[in-house]
C-alpha cells in the first residue's frame, strides 16, 4: 500500500530551467509534507515543507505547491543548478502521528 | 555542531548472523527513528523512540528486528539470523521539531 507516490523515477532538466518534481498521495489524513534531497552516500536532507492549511510555500529558488483536492503537490526548483543534481523525496505525516511516509524518490539531473 | 552518526558505514554479513547497527543523534534531539531503503525503493519506517515513551515498533518488517535506545541517545538496530532480503540501507535520523529529520549516513548492509 504505497500511501505516497512519485511516479516519475528519473527527472533531466537543462541548467538555468525549471525542474518540477512530483508527488501523489492517498491518505486525506495528511496534513503535513516535506521534501528531501539526497545525495549519493549521504543521508537525505531536509529541504521545504508546508501545512495542509496552506497551497503555497516559498524559500528562495524552492517552491512547494500542495493542491489537496487532487492530493497532489510539487516542487519547483528555478532556475536550477548543477548542485541540485540528487534524489528528491517527497514525504507526508499527520500531525501528532509522527511519522513520515515517504515516497520512492526522484532521481533529478541538471545538465550544463 | 555535529550531525547524525551511524556506525558501521558498511557492513557485510553472512546469512544468519546477527548484526548491530549504531546511531548516535544530535544531541538534545528527543526523537530518534530508524528507516531502512532497500534497492529502487523509498525509505521505509522502522522504529521510532521519542524521549521516556514506548516506541513505535509498527514498522518493525518481522520479530528478527529489534532496537533499543540508551539513556535517551544512542540507539542500536539489532536484526537477528539476518536474511539476504535484509540487505538495504539502514538510516537513522534525529529531531527536536516535530517531522523536520536529520538523517544520518546511513549503514550499507549487504547480507551474502
Known amino acids: 500500500d504505497q500511501q505516497v507516490k512519485q511516479n516519475s523515477p528519473s527527472l533531466s532538466v537543462q541548467e538555468g530551467r525549471i525542474s518540477i518534481l512530483n508527488c501523489d498521495y492517498t491518505n486525506s489524513m495528511f496534513d503535513y509534507f516535506l521534501w528531501y534531497k539526497k545525495y549519493p552516500a549521504e543521508g537525505p536532507t531536509f529541504l521545504i515543507s508546508?501545512?495542509?492549511?496552506?497551497d503555497k510555500n516559498e524559500d528562495g529558488r524552492f517552491t512547494v505547491f500542495l493542491n489537496k483536492s487532487a492530493k497532489h503537490l510539487s516542487l519547483h526548483i528555478v532556475p536550477s543548478q548543477p548542485g541540485d543534481s540528487a534524489v528528491y523525496f517527497c514525504a507526508a505525516a499527520i500531525q501528532g502521528a509522527q511519522k513520515l511516509v515517504f515516497g520512492q524518490g526522484t532521481r533529478l539531473t541538471i545538465n550544463p | 555542531g555535529a550531525g547524525v552518526s551511524q556506525s558501521p558505514s558498511n557492513k557485510v554479513t553472512e546469512k544468519g548472523k546477527d548484526v548491530e547497527l549504531r546511531c548516535d543523534p544530535i544531541?538534545?534531539?528527543?526523537?530518534l527513528y530508524w528507516y531502512r531503503q532497500s534497492l529502487g525503493q523509498g525509505l521505509e519506517f522502522l522504529i521510532y523512540f521519542q524521549g521516556n515513551s514506548a516506541p513505535d515498533k509498527s514498522g518493525l518488517p518481522s520479530d528478527r528486528f529489534s532496537a533499543e535506545r540508551t539513556g535517551g541517545s544512542v540507539s542500536t538496530l539489532t536484526i537477528q539470523r539476518t536474511q539476504q532480503e535484509d540487505s538495504a540501507v539502514y538510516l537513522c535520523?534525529?529531531?527536536?521539531?516535530?517531522?523536520?529529520?536529520?538523517f544520518g549516513p546511513g549503514t550499507r548492509l549487504t547480507v551474502t
Open positions: 508546508i501545512s495542509s492549511i496552506k
Open positions: 544531541s538534545g534531539h528527543t526523537a
Open positions: 535520523a534525529s529531531s527536536l521539531v516535530v517531522f523536520e529529520q536529520y
